[in-house]
């Protein structure tokens, strides 16, 4: 099974911060990474595929990057709504897993 | 509007068996790969369980496997989770998701949930 490991686990900031997001994998996985948000009581919200190609109507703000067994989501300035739970996920082998998520709050 | 509402979550005793039904509307439902993720109360995402487009491929955590099986109709543009042998650690929220090429094969539409409690 292909953990992924996400770091930090909380990232304290302040609206208009730059946030800097990590997932690692256990092995590697090309670029088949998937990025979530999730807000407190809602569903997860698709962000980023194929470890950098955003989703349709995701703010320009949301990057994502890497390949092999690094990859980094980057928010390059918060506004409110930010601020929520985000996962990482693989789609390289079987069984799918997710990361174990890092909380972005209001510092 | 694209849509994937879950139901059939409940209260049920360890041991017990619950079904669970995602219906779709507002897509393509028959060519649309779907899969169940769950989440435990405060923790993170857990994949559960695959079926692909034409139903002729199944995939399961281990977790799970065993106990739980996926379906879909696609006349009826639904999925289904028959679980059985429930335990304690199956209480989750379960939400339905789907997995289309064009986006790189992610859960590009999730269901809003269905909470699911085992415990006596």
């Known amino acids: 099974e292909i953990v992924l490991t996400q770091s930090p686990a909380t990232l304290s900031l302040s609206p208009g911060e730059r946030a800097t997001l990590s997932c690692r994998a256990s092995q590697s996985i090309s670029r088949y990474l998937v990025w979530y948000q999730q807000r407190p009581g809602q569903a997860p919200r698709f962000l980023i595929y194929d470890a950098s190609d955003r989703a349709t109507g995701v703010p320009a703000r949301f990057s994502g990057s890497g390949s092999g067994t690094d990859f980094t989501l980057t928010i390059s300035s918060l506004e409110p709504e930010d601020f929520a739970v985000y996962y990482c996920q693989q789609r390289a082998d079987w069984p799918l897993t997710f990361g174990g998520g890092t909380k972005v709050e209001i510092k | 509007e694209v849509q994937l509402l879950e139901s059939g979550g409940g209260l049920v005793q360890p041991g017990g068996s619950l079904r669970l039904s995602c219906a779709a509307s507002?897509?393509?439902?028959?060519?649309?790969?779907m899969d169940w993720v769950r989440q435990a109360p405060g923790k993170g995402l857990e994949w559960v369980s695959h079926?692909?487009?034409?139903?002729?491929?199944?995939y399961y955590a281990d977790s799970v496997k065993g106990r739980f099986t996926i379906s879909r109709d696609n006349a009826k543009n639904s999925l289904y989770l028959q679980m059985h042998s429930l335990r304690d650690e199956d209480t989750a929220v379960y939400y339905c998701?789907?997995?289309?090429?064009?986006?790189?094969?992610?859960?590009?539409?999730w269901g809003q949930g269905t909470v699911v409690t085992v415990s006596s």
């Open positions: 998701a789907r997995r289309v090429v064009p986006t790189g094969y992610a859960f590009d539409i």
């Open positions: 507002g897509f393509t439902f028959s060519t649309s790969d």
């Open positions: 079926i692909t487009d034409t139903s002729d491929t199944m």
